[in-house]
């Protein structure tokens, strides 16, 4: 069984930075793609950017040019970095992981954007 585990929220005001982590029990190897994905309250999640077997990455427009998704595997561990960070960029941020036919997803860490 796979567990991810994401960590690196916090509180951060609006122009600032900060990096998520998404730590896997397991090897990350043999998932075709990984990504990131936030739900603000009231709102559906929605996809942040993802990276699939290859290296190749797809952003959200709303992130594209301050976000950078990466993956390094020999350390079962993805990243987002994001940068010039937005109130609007607030919400509960999730590591998601694809294997096959099985989503598996992180709990989540928070993520807020305010002075």
């Known amino acids: 069984q796979v567990q991810l585990v994401e960590s690196g929220g916090g509180l951060v005001q609006p122009g600032g930075s900060l990096r998520l982590s998404c730590a896997a029990s397991?090897?990350?190897?043999?998932?075709?793609?990984m990504g990131w994905f936030r739900q603000a309250p009231g709102k559906q999640r929605e996809l942040v950017a993802a990276?699939?077997?290859?290296?190749?990455?797809n952003y959200a427009d709303s992130v594209k040019g301050r976000f950078t998704i990466s993956r390094i595997n020999a350390k079962n561990t993805v990243y987002l970095q994001m940068n010039s960070l937005k109130p609007e960029d607030t919400a509960v941020y999730y590591c998601?992981?694809?294997?096959?036919?099985?989503?598996?997803w992180g709990q989540g860490t928070q993520v807020t954007v305010s002075s």
């Open positions: 397991g090897t990350i190897f043999s998932f075709s793609g």
């Open positions: 998601n992981g694809v294997r096959g036919a099985t989503n598996y």
């Open positions: 990276i699939i077997t290859g290296g190749n990455t």
